[in-house]
């Protein structure tokens, strides 16, 4: 809370105050990168932000402040960043103090998503943490009259051969340029690991299991208001008559804040504010229009959308000649929720002109422009920082709730202001995963080997992340409304809609296009994994239909078809570890494969699992699953092997349970009893993951891997065990009886 | 049923006497069989016999919560001790793998398994009895193509002399009446496929008809109301509780969807009857209402005039739509039953969210305007869990939240507020009974077991 | 008129409106971060507590039915620098991702484990069947309790309720 007033000064100024080795403390990265087009490029987001400050700091006491523009969302990156620094600066992970996503403090790393903040800033702190040290056994060795290569590192000291040392704290104060990182650094060999790719307990678990402050909802702060927003019954509707004098007469009100139809109410208590919300949504009327499509037949309402088509791939004559057998199908993903356990949450203060939002936002940058511009401030007066939330798994409610508080902390000037939303209010107005249709058609060549590959998806946009004050709730509903920005088809090496659209294996002949929907009758953004969930479960689904029509095992199949000997890797190690071969199946019992590349350049993953299918009741229970992982170099094995069971089993829940509901007007799913999820009786018996570890191999992302594969690989071991193929997802019990012959 | 270990004694001698003296108890064994390839089956017909068997609720009895399924060995309690439901998938050693169509048949309509030993009533054959042959046939062929499961069957557990099996023909003798259903050519073909379900397969009075100290359903006062898994079956003739009265739309509404805006949702054993009922026609749903409706007869213009002024009321208060919590919050008040429910129940029950996601308005409640308060208290006490994987009505159990004195305060609340029938009495001891377990309550979780108050669509 | 609260063996005077519910005044009121908030409906299960040593949900939980009851969250359990047992299982078994719903998960464990010690995976399933868990720890939120149950017999005794006392 302290020190939100930093913003304004000066990189000169923290130059002349810091007084210590990394001082310079370079908020203008991006400045400093375009300065440095000529340059090599510099690894992960040094390109970005290449002083040294920016991310290491030591002062003359030896405090070692590492800082990071990734936020910590229960992904467990705050443990593997604070490995990375202390494995190369050659001190106890204890030592580290990390200062995660601000932007008062830390660099812009823009958001903390796709499953790059090991590959970004795990790879810059590691790279300048690399050359601190350098820097240090430089100095010291200049001091100690000997050579750097010469010297021993322990417990923050540096000691010569004679038994002279001198602490970091020591040689930093005597340091003080700011230094710009170099394009190669002296990293410590894999072989040589004391702290990296050894599990180390998480070091935010002790305060989570003790009731300690970990969360923004757990901020308290003197003066502090509590803030519920009523939100408009459905998307779009206008507030056309509201009687405030109910609320008003309530105790402990502090006001009701009205900006054209953003509506909320501020209570000193917090049930206070909950009560006088519900009295205020049921004195406010609403003029709503009927815009929702038909839930039921979403292929064709899908299909209406399409404005543009993308190529995402091509090669060869991807027309498919009349005589081959070819394997055709349509697949569905309908809207899914992030459903975070706790609704958003923020807390904003409005000072001197001057706000701070702490918020479990993803991008405290780009939401910092957003929030700025929707109040008409300079972005220099406006400070994000991230509070850790509840999990995410995407653009969830955070930034929305960070727009609603910093709203209402303008009205109310000098106090504090949290907003918590309602579960209800979380449901209803996050913005969901989109839709997807997917459609297929692919042919075997005489070889048994795939010869065509024809794929097209419909989908929106995966990403509506600020982006402006138009993406913001608020700023939407605000009488100056600021309208969404139009969705734009971007098609990149990382993909969207299309991630992971263009299969990794090998075949001659492919055209893979990107049916573009600009239109979003409901609100999206993006979903863990964004489009590689629905494609990969149309391509791994498919791949086992062409293994079939071949005549071949999956798993040789999928071998058959891979150039990628990491690949390959995961498939055996998965497979071999399941048994595959050995496999006999209990009755009501198959099993399934499946396998990708997540983003087609990120971590590998192959899966192998059961799934035991009651006909009668249309139940479905995964019983055991396997799996192999590719992650690069480890840093955290424990910490991948967390990550990757968390993503089964909430892609387990996706594929078996979700979907958004609604009528014309109305999101209908807005709570548990109608959004129902993954519960302990049917979570697996076993989940295992074995770690392929790659020394001195980049970083790879993980957190999403486990996305595409799970849903088809429950999708193939229930064709396995029924003989019967699903396309539409979920696989609900009234899918499954309805699939299934009785 | 609680004096029902009194007139055990008398019960005994009267079953030892006709038992015993007719030697009525014997039956051949029918020839095993070795167990029919499945797929000699037909496929029509088995998915006929689906459907049956989903009117039937057989999964329910037949199925432990999260075990396999038709695979037995569910605890039913009874006044008499407690019955483990059988294995009747085809396993050979353990199911039915061995039983003949005759068998199975006899079984059905007469009570009897294929070695000859008289079966318990707790199977209900009594209404199983009027099952026509060709409808055995196709549930025959539908069990006989599941997956055989090996589970031995528990033992009963039954007061003396009770686990004498011979003596269940005494009691066949004086309540037993074979079938097939007759039709009544004075009644439509609808009435006549709803009887015929409601009173044979679907066997709606072995909860809802009472029973007498036997355990025999008094033919007398049928649909009168009973009881099952420490549930009330609530009188389905023309005494139902309901405060708006049901009428045949209701009826077949709430049988389709397991829930009806006026009658809110299905919980306790109707729960799992409905969620099965999924897997029934329309035609036949609708036969039932048909039925059921012509039982209750047309509602007294006293209960008419009633329930049109709690429809004016809740219509009046209209609906507020999901995403609004409207609960108002109550004044603050002296009354701790009132102040227990404006704190503890109206956030969901004066939401006005609409049924069945939204607490049912208690001016609707049968359960709150009922004779006897056990199932409100159930409900108090357990809540609704939640169905695994399905959209479901969720409620939460406030017995670990309510101490006794608190649930008899809003159960007192509930009834002055919401019903304009007298106060209930005897709340404490009934509470007190229900948390200790001394009325045993059955609250399955739903793994297995179908409580979706969601519609499959059953096609014709 | 205020309403007394016993919360971790500690009595508390609270001033809030007897229908408030439980969970605000507990972080309101009291700065305990332990019960979260998740739904406010009784859905979730992240604002599990104790009360006389049965998991009560304190989102739909009204002080005033409370009063004088023996209440306990997470914080009644230990503390970051000496856990207890159900706490040092899930510390063991790294048994939190976001850690969100983790206080709820330990309370019913808890209050399982109080009840029934050899609580088998069976018996654990089904008292965390409530609560729901977003990030899917679920594998290590089983392994948690079990290590809980194995640390508590290993501590001798039955475990014991800081709140109770
Ligand atoms: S917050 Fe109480 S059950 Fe969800
Ligand atoms: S650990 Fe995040 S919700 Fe359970």
Known sequence: MDGHHEIALTRRHLLASAGALVVGFSLAGRGFAQDNTAAPKLPGSLADSPMLDSWIRIDGEGVITVFTGKAELGQGVRTALIQIAAEELAVDPAEIRLVTADTGQ??????????????????????????????????????????????????????????????????????????????????????????MGKPLQRVDIPAKVTGGRAYVQDLRMDGMVHARVVRPPSAGARLVALDESKVKAMPGIVAVIRDGDFLAVAAEREFQAVNAMRILAAAAQWQESATLPARQDLPTFLKSLERQVGTVAQAGTPDIPSDTKVFRARFTRPYQMHGSIGPSCAVALM???????????????????????????????????????????????????????????????????????????????????????????????????????????????????????????????????????????????????????????????????????????????????LGAYANVFSLESTMDELARMAGADPVEFRLKHLDDPRAAAVIREAADRFAWSRYQPAPGQGRGFAFARYKNHAAYLAMALTVRVERETGHIRVERVVTAIDSGEIVNPDGIRNQTEGGILQSLSWTLYEQVT???????????????????????????????????????????????????????????ATGVRLYDLPFTRDRVKAALAV | MRFARVLITILVVILVLAGGGLLLAWKPAIAPIARPDPARFDAALVKRGAQLAA??????????????????GLAVPTPFGTIYSTNITPDEETGIGRWSEAAFIRALRSGVDREGHQLYPAFP????????????????????????????AKANDLVFPLGFRPLVAGWKLLYFRQGPFQPDPSKDAAWNRGAYLAEGLAHCG??????????????????????????????????????????????????????????????????????????????????????????????????????????????????????????????????????????????????????????????????????????????????????????????????????????????????????????????????????????????????????????????? | MSIHLKVNGRDHAIDSDPDTPLLYVLRGDLALNGAKFGCGLGQCGACTVMVDGKAALSCVTPILAVEGRAITTVEGLGTAENPGPMQRGFIEMQAAQCGYCIAGMMMRGQALLQENPKADDRAIREALQFNLCRCGTHMRILQAIHRAGELMQQAGAAPSNPGAG
């Open chain 1, 106 to 195: 830390t660099p812009d790393e823009g958001y903390t998503a796709g499953s790059q903040s090991m590959q970004n800033s795990g790879t810059a702190i590691r790279n300048a943490a690399a050359q601190v040290r350098e820097l240090l056994a430089e100095e010291a060795a200049r001091r100690l009259n000997t050579a750097p290569d010469q010297l021993r590192a322990e417990q923050k000291k540096l000691t010569g051969p004679d038994g002279h040392s001198l602490t970091y704290g020591e040689l930093a104060e005597s340091m003080d340029l700011p230094v710009e990182a170099a394009p190669a650094s002296p990293l410590t060999p894999h072989a040589r690991f004391k702290v």
């Open chain 2, 125 to 152: 054959y009594d209404h199983f009895t009027l099952v026509t042959d060709d409808d055995d046939r196709a549930l025959y062929a539908y069990l006989m193509t599941r997956q055989p499961v090996r589970a031995e």
């Open chain 1, 351 to 529: 000072q001197d002109d001057a706000l701070t939002v702490w918020t479990h936002t993803q991008g405290v940058y780009p939401d910092r422009k957003a929030i700025a511009e929707m109040l008409g401030m300079p972005p220099e007066k406006v400070r994000l920082i991230h509070t850790e939330g509840s999990g995410c798994y995407g653009h969830n409610g955070a930034d929305d709730a960070g727009a609603d508080a910093a709203l209402i902390a303008k009205a109310l000037p000098g106090r504090p202001v949290r907003v918590q939303w309602m579960r209800e209010q979380e449901h209803a107005n996050e913005p969901y995963g989109p839709a997807m249709l997917t459609e297929i058609a692919a042919a075997l060549g005489p070889d048994g080997k795939i010869s065509h590959w024809n794929y097209d998806l419909w989908s929106n946009t995966h990403s509506t992340r600020p982006g402006g004050a138009g993406s913001l709730l608020a700023g939407r509903s605000m009488a100056k409304a600021y309208p969404p920005e139009p969705a734009e088809m971007e098609i990149t090496p990382s993909g969207n809609g299309d991630r992971n659209a263009d299969p990794l294996y090998t075949v001659p002949n492919k055209r893979v296009l990107w049916h573009f929907l600009p239109d979003m009758p409901i609100r999206v953004s993006a979903l863990r994994s």
């Open chain 2, 206 to 460: 072995a909860c809802h008809t009472p029973r007498n100290a036997l355990g025999a359903e008094d033919r007398d006062h049928p649909f009168a109301g009973g009881e099952s898994e420490g549930w009330v079956a609530y009188a389905i003739d023309g005494k139902s509780p309901a405060p708006l009265p049901w009428d045949e739309a209701a009826l077949a509404f709430y049988l389709r969807h397991g829930w009806h805006l006026a009658h809110g949702v299905a919980r306790g054993p109707m729960a799992e009857v409905t969620g099965n009922l999924d897997g029934v026609p329309d035609s036949d749903i609708a036969g039932i209402a048909h039925y059921i409706a012509d039982r209750m007869g047309p509602p007294s213009p006293a209960r008419q005039a009633r329930g049109a002024g709690v429809k004016a009321a809740i219509v009046a208060a209209g609906d507020a739509g999901p995403e609004q919590n409207q609960a108002v919050p109550a004044a603050a008040t002296e009354d701790r039953g009132a102040a227990l429910y404006g704190a503890s129940c109206a956030s969901c029950h004066d939401s006005r969210r609409p049924l069945p996601f939204g607490g049912m308005n208690f001016q609707l409640s049968t359960a709150v305007n009922a004779p006897d308060p056990q199932n409100i208290v159930n409900v108090m006490m357990y809540g609704l869990p939640p169905a695994d994987g399905e959209a479901s009505a969720v409620m939460p159990a406030f017995g670990g939240t309510l101490d006794d004195d608190d649930m008899v305060a809003v159960l007192d609340y509930l009834r002055r507020t919401f019903s304009t029938q007298p106060a209930w009495s005897g709340l404490k001891k009934l509470v007190a009974d229900t948390r200790s377990g001394a009325h045993p309550v059955t609250v399955r979780p739903t793994e297995g077991i179908e409580r979706s108050p969601a519609h499959i669509g059953a096609e014709d």
């Open chain 2, 55 to 72: 009117a039937g609720d057989c999964i329910a009895c037949h199925t432990t919560p999260g075990g396999k399924v038709f695979a037995g």
């Open chain 1, 662 to 720: 609604f009528d014309e007007r109305r999101i209908t799913s807005i709570d548990w009893a109608t959004y129902p999820i993954l519960r302990f009786s049917s979570v697996p018996d076993s989940i295992e993951v074995h770690i392929v570890d790659r020394p001195d191999q980049p970083f790879l992302g993980t957190g999403e891997a486990a996305q595409g594969p799970t849903g088809a690989a429950i999708a193939n071991a229930i064709r396995d």
